[in-house]
């Protein structure tokens, strides 16, 4: 099912059709809720909290999650403004895109830092590094098949 969403996302990205980018911005939606239910259920079986250590965690990380959903929803937004000037981009717009997306890793970047920090106030290091590892790898899934679905930008 995810596999037919990103391929919905990647025909409205390498066709820059307007009428498709609505619906890949629910695809987008539908596939980002997905993967964060799913990313749940894998911090807490490779984590491995104690019901105590998970009484204080888990509200925890549903707060770091909203604040990573921010970068995301911006993430998001500019996919679909690529999606929508994928055959008309101009150099202009391909530089704030550039921007936008090194402030967006910048925001997420220190959203995880901090995050980190206040985690470390509650659970040991150990634990942390292996939350922070975990959700760095997930990251990192997500992140290589969207890279694998959006093209690069015509020369």
């Known amino acids: 099912m995810k596999r037919v969403m990103v391929g919905t996302l990647l ?15 629910d695809e987008i939606a539908l596939t980002r809720q997905e993967i964060q239910s799913r990313r749940q259920e894998i911090v807490a079986a490779n984590l491995q909290l104690s019901d105590s250590a998970g009484k204080l965690f888990w509200p925890q990380y549903r707060e770091y999650r ?20 994928y055959n008309t981009l101009t150099n202009e717009q391909a530089k704030a895109m550039t921007d936008e997306l090194f402030a967006i890793q910048s925001e997420q970047l220190k959203v995880r ?6 985690l470390q106030k509650i659970l040991p290091a150990k634990t942390v ?25 015509k020369p």
């Open 129 to 153: 590094t292996r939350f922070v590892q975990i959700e760095n790898r997930l990251d990192t899934i997500v992140n290589a098949g969207l890279m694998q679905e959006i093209p690069l930008v």
């Open 66 to 85: 909203n604040d990573m959903a921010k970068s995301g929803d911006r993430l998001q937004k500019l996919i679909l403004d690529y999606a929508a000037n």
């Open 113 to 118: 830092r901090d995050w980190a920090n206040k």
């Open 11 to 25: 025909a409205a990205i390498a066709f820059g059709a307007r009428p498709v980018a609505a619906q890949a911005h």
